[in-house]
């Protein structure tokens, strides 16, 4: 059974009609690229899949069960579906440590303890062992992202929606996310992206799926789409970005 | 004639001033508890309820404090409700407080950006939990700075209370004017008296902002 599956799903802003029927099968552990020029609805997509967003058409179903955005099921979704965002969304009150331990004590009633080492651990697999009592605002936006990762994973979700998570990141700290991301997909952890970065796309997706004006234009594996790509918008798209 | 030598004037002001200090409390007091429902009330993100909180707001904040306080003075007596000064004076500023309080934080908590929502909703908060450790924290730091600084406007309210009768700093100002005929040395004093009053409150206001600004 597929993990994430979308069925015609159609949404509007108003009169504006962002998503035109999207089809998507995503598997267990499937790294999918989601890449589109801005206003093809990729962010849109995404946020539809955790009920940040609603749709007015169709389905989506996570692990077999429906997604809607109301407030109680967007609370079970969330112990399935982590998020990244493009901002961090980092809480600057709250020290690293307490960040990431925020959730696992209030929502899995989880004791401080035990939060703390599963923050810890977390931290130490983003290679920031040493940042738990550091405030949010000490850290470089490289870092402060690997935070909002490692506080994502304390939850152990089974996907992770990662949406434009190093656009706000200055040239030389997106390796050091991206490495992240890379480790994460070798252990076998379900990513959806939307993402600029190609390279990442090509070597560390296992698929790609371009979107156009709404509709996902052409999908498949990623190397071969991304080297010979089928339809003009995404040759075109392809050239304009490498 | 009874002479009223400094001495007696200063003195006599200063004990009205425990009256003005004592209605500035009172009044921030309530303002700040009925503004905590209000908006307590108002992010619930029902409409009906955004509705009657918005038209409050408007209702207090468009018309004269000193109407509001006829309304609750007089108009409630007519009403056959006997109310004294001192009540009418503290229900219609807590009412005229919590206007401006209920709008100042409700900019604090927009300030807030909307990742601050998401983010703790996508961690499985419900929307009460996500107030309590996500946004009250931080938006109470931005309030404290506007809060103090509008308690000003409190303290330099109540002096409407005198002309209801409420005996405190101006009505006392008023009377001591009326047995003296010294307008300019009375009123001066008084003014200086409030003026010692929210000159502080103003101050801290400032190093409020300061502060916080910084730490963010």
Not at chain 1, 214 to 242: H, M, R, Y
Not at chain 2, 3 to 13: A, E, H, V
Not at chain 2, 96 to 120: N, Y
Request: aromatic content about 8%; overall charge neutral; proline content about 3%.
């Amino acid at each position: 059974m597929s993990l994430v599956n979308l069925h015609q799903v159609h949404k509007y802003y108003g009169d504006n009609h962002v998503l035109k029927g999207i089809d998507l099968d995503i598997q267990a552990g499937e790294v999918v690229s989601i890449i589109g020029k801005s206003g093809s609805g990729k962010s849109t997509l995404l946020r539809c899949i955790n009920g940040l967003e609603e749709y007015q058409q169709g389905g989506i179903t996570l692990d077999g069960k429906e997604v809607t955005t109301e407030d109680i099921q967007v609370r079970c979704l969330a112990l399935s579906v982590g998020m990244i965002f493009q901002n961090f969304n980092l809480f600057p009150h709250m020290t690293v440590g307490e960040n990431i331990m925020l959730a696992p004590t209030i929502v899995l009633k989880k004791s401080k303890a035990e939060a703390a080492a599963v923050a810890k651990a977390m931290l130490e697999k983003v290679g920031l062992a040493e940042k738990f009592d550091s405030y949010p605002e000490k850290l470089s936006g490289g870092q402060q992202q690997r935070v909002a990762i490692a506080r994502a994973l304390a939850m152990s979700p089974k996907v992770l929606l990662c949406d434009e998570i190093t656009s706000a990141l200055d040239p030389e700290l997106v390796g050091e996310v991206l490495k992240v991301l890379e480790q994460l997909a070798q252990e076998g952890m379900t990513l959806i992206l939307v993402t600029h970065e190609m390279n990442f796309a090509r070597d560390v997706g296992n698929r790609v799926v371009f979107m156009h004006q709404g509709k996902v234009w052409e999908e498949g594996d990623s190397k071969q789409l991304l080297s010979s790509p089928q339809t003009d918008e995404l040759k075109q798209f392809i050239g304009a970005v490498l | 004639m009874i002479q009223f030598s400094n001495y007696d004037i200063i003195s006599n002001l200063l004990f009205a001033t425990q009256w003005t200090i004592l209605l500035s409390l009172a009044a921030f007091v309530g303002g700040t508890s009925v503004a905590l429902a209000l908006t307590a009330a108002r992010l619930t993100r029902n409409s009906l309820v955004q509705k009657c909180v918005h038209l409050y707001v408007e209702l207090f904040q468009g018309t004269p404090l000193l109407m509001q306080m006829f309304l609750c003075f007089f108009g409630l007596s007519m009403l056959g409700y006997e109310i004294s000064a001192w009540s009418a004076a503290i229900l219609s500023l807590t009412l005229f407080t919590s206007a401006f309080l209920v709008e100042i934080w409700r900019g604090c908590i927009d300030t807030l950006p909307k990742g601050q929502w998401e983010a703790s909703r996508c961690l499985g908060l419900s929307f009460l939990q996500t107030l309590r450790f996500i946004i009250l924290p931080q938006a109470i730091r931005v309030a404290l700075a506007p809060t103090v600084g509008f308690s000003v406007q409190v303290v330099k309210g109540t002096a409407l209370a005198s002309i209801i009768g409420f005996v405190e700093l101006t009505k006392v100002g008023t009377m001591l004017n009326n047995a003296t005929f010294e307008p300019f040395k009375v009123f001066a004093l008084v003014a200086l008296i409030y003026f010692a009053l929210c000159y502080p409150l103003s101050l801290y206001s400032k190093h409020l902002e300061k502060k916080f600004h910084v730490s963010r």
